[in-house]
């Protein structure tokens, strides 16, 4: 809809956002003082939670914006926070006329950098022109390139996983282990949480430790034995594994045999 905003001495204008979750959850709020619906989304008057100044500028550089609230808030916790549930989701963010639904879109981006302290937090708001800034070139590189069953790889995600179940659970090294896996396939794989507290989260496995796949987000204090995980196999990105393991040199995007800086400081020796 296009709606003239502040065209009269009074105007019912309120502030609207959006966040979309990348495990398909949305959150709607509203700065206005009862709950705002349309787009299909209920938009929760959140007294506390507001956006700052968005800046938006015809030059290429990324538009800047904040979002800041309290996490007493029953839609943003410190759990949630803490997961990754709010990394690298959408925001859009508008005004609406809380009369007529009349609303026009003043922000879309993605949450960048969260901080929070004991009863607040802040989200960084990365707009779509940040993309811009991402190199997309690519480099040389001895180790491959290319995400493990992804674009360039080739190789079919689906094969390499499989469900299990939780068998323990070591918080003190942010460890879980599984029942029948061999921890050793899973090094650098993926656990996407079916049950538990961390439902439709995936965490990146960066160790593995007496049988225990180390994760790099922390592990809230709900998760149990007998939870069920999807967990997909891992790949370290040499030559070796890749042709060994996978059978997949073909298709390896990278250049094991390319000589490096020090080809410059080689000289002959006598033999």
Request: contains cysteine.
């Amino acid at each position: 809809m296009s709606h003239v905003f502040f065209a009269t001495e009074l105007e019912g204008v309120a502030t609207w956002w959006r966040i979309d979750r990348r495990d398909g959850v949305t959150l709607g709020f509203t700065s206005h003082d009862r709950d705002l619906t349309f787009d299909g989304v209920t938009h929760r008057a959140a007294p506390g939670i507001l956006p700052s100044a968005i800046r938006k500028t015809a030059t290429l550089d990324g538009d800047s914006a904040e979002l800041t609230g309290p996490l007493a808030h029953d839609s943003i916790s410190a759990a949630d926070l803490a997961a990754g549930r709010f990394d690298g989701a959408r925001v859009s963010i508008g005004a609406v006329d809380w009369e007529t639904l009349e609303r026009a879109q003043l922000f879309a981006g993605s949450i960048g950098t969260v901080q929070g302290d004991d009863d607040s937090f802040t989200a960084d708001l990365l707009s779509a022109k940040q993309q811009l800034q991402v190199d997309d070139v690519p480099r040389t590189s001895p180790t491959c390139r290319a995400t493990f069953c992804g674009p360039g790889c080739t190789l079919s995600a689906a094969r390499f996983s499989r469900e299990a179940r939780v068998a323990s659970v070591d918080r003190e090294a942010n460890a879980v282990a599984f029942d029948g896996v061999t921890p050793s396939d899973y090094a650098f794989g993926q656990v996407r949480w079916i049950e538990g507290p961390h439902v439709g989260i995936a965490m990146d496995v960066v160790a593995v430790e007496t049988g225990a796949l180390v994760l790099d987000t922390p592990l809230d204090g709900d998760v149990a034995p007998g939870q069920r995980v999807r967990l997909r196999e891992g790949c370290d990105h040499t030559i070796g594994t890749c042709q060994a393991r996978f059978a997949n040199a073909a298709n390896f995007q990278g250049e094991p045999f390319l000589p490096g800086n020090d080809l410059l400081a080689r000289y002959p020796v006598q033999r």
